[in-house]
């Protein structure tokens, strides 16, 4: 199972997803490419699911902007001379086979020779330019729909610690290795405004770039956010990832937090995702339809965690 030496995603930075999902450019008065490109350390042992946690993970963009994929080119880190090539292909294999999933080829790539492995995709997408779904365009008024469970920095520090039974490990592997695919479709038969995915900068740090450029505040209910297996668990006993604590102090100034929180339910409100869901600002007379055809085709739940409302003084108030 633990081919790979586990780093954890603390390390990694999310700094330049401040401004949207993917890089556009507009090729013809109806379409444009959308691009984006992510990749990372191990955080599973087993070489085949760790390739397809991060291709999901690279590919998560394109859908969050309501585009489609096209094709991929591989970035690969890898120390050949100290780990045997089988575990290589194993990895490249698990990133075939979801690329497969998302009925795409991967074209080519690159790769060298690295100290830790690393894996991800450069993912290529096409959209039709007035169907493109930005991350600032939430309305006052709309219900904030969360498409999976968070909790995977955690889990994966437990997984790394070899803390996690095989219940957590299967919950938060699981998750964590779905395409965004198929809430993305059914999202765009919706009466949405805005979209984007939580990755590195946790809930809370996606949640208020959304706010940011839409100009609005958002409340959110603690009690409606699904978590994965056991996350409160690790979470109060500070089994928690370096970066969902640095997303908690590079933000806990713009959150207004109800007398009730621990510091423990901050921090996982803050926990740094991997290939996390869509976050969806949707109209208040569509929401509950939206929710239950998710709901109804996913094995995850997907949850409406609460709303946008107007700028006040805080981005975020949690109660
Ligand atoms: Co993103
Ligand atoms: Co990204
Ligand atoms: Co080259």
Redo the contacts with the bound molecule.
């Keep these: 199972m633990s081919k790979l030496k586990i780093s954890g995603q603390s390390e990694y930075s999310?700094g330049f997803?401040t401004f949207d999902?993917c890089s556009i450019y507009k090729i013809n008065e109806e379409q444009s490419i959308i691009q984006?490109?992510?990749f990372f350390t191990p955080i599973v042992g087993d070489p085949y699911t760790f390739g397809q946690i991060s291709a999901s993970?690279?590919l998560?963009?394109i859908y969050a902007m309501g585009g489609k994929p096209l094709f991929a080119l591989n970035i690969v880190g890898f120390p050949s001379d100290k780990l045997d090539l089988s575990i290589l292909s194993d990895i490249l294999q698990g990133g075939i086979d979801k690329c497969n999933s998302a009925n795409i080829q991967i074209l080519g790539g690159h790769s060298i020779k690295d100290d830790v492995p690393k894996y991800g995709l450069a993912v290529t997408g096409l959209i039709d330019n007035e169907k493109i779904i930005t991350n600032n365009n939430a309305n006052e008024g709309d219900d904030i729909i969360l498409t999976k469970p968070i909790g995977s920095g955690i889990i994966a520090t437990a997984i790394k610690k070899n803390l996690a039974d095989e219940k957590t490990y299967n919950h938060a592997v699981k998750v964590m290795k779905d395409l965004n695919k198929e809430s993305s479709g059914i999202m765009q038969k919706y009466n949405i405004n805005s979209c984007t995915?939580v990755?590195g900068f946790g809930l809370l740090g996606h949640l208020s770039e959304m706010c940011k450029g839409s100009n609005v505040s958002a409340r959110i209910q603690y009690k409606k956010i699904p978590l994965l297996t056991n996350t409160e668990n690790f979470a109060k006993k500070d089994i928690i990832p370096g970066g969902s604590k640095k997303n908690f102090e590079f933000l806990k100034n713009i959150i207004q937090f109800h007398d009730s929180f621990g510091l423990y339910q901050k921090l996982i409100l803050s926990d740094a995702q991997t290939s996390g869901g869509l976050l969806i600002s949707c109209n208040k007379k569509d929401s509950l339809n939206l929710l239950m055809e998710l709901n109804k085709n996913l094995d995850y739940k997907a949850s409406i965690i609460g709303e946008f409302t107007n700028k006040k003084n805080h981005s975020i108030y949690c109660e």
Excluded: G, I, M, Q
């Design positions: 999310s997803e999902d984006t490109v992510d993970n690279s998560s963009d995915d990755t």
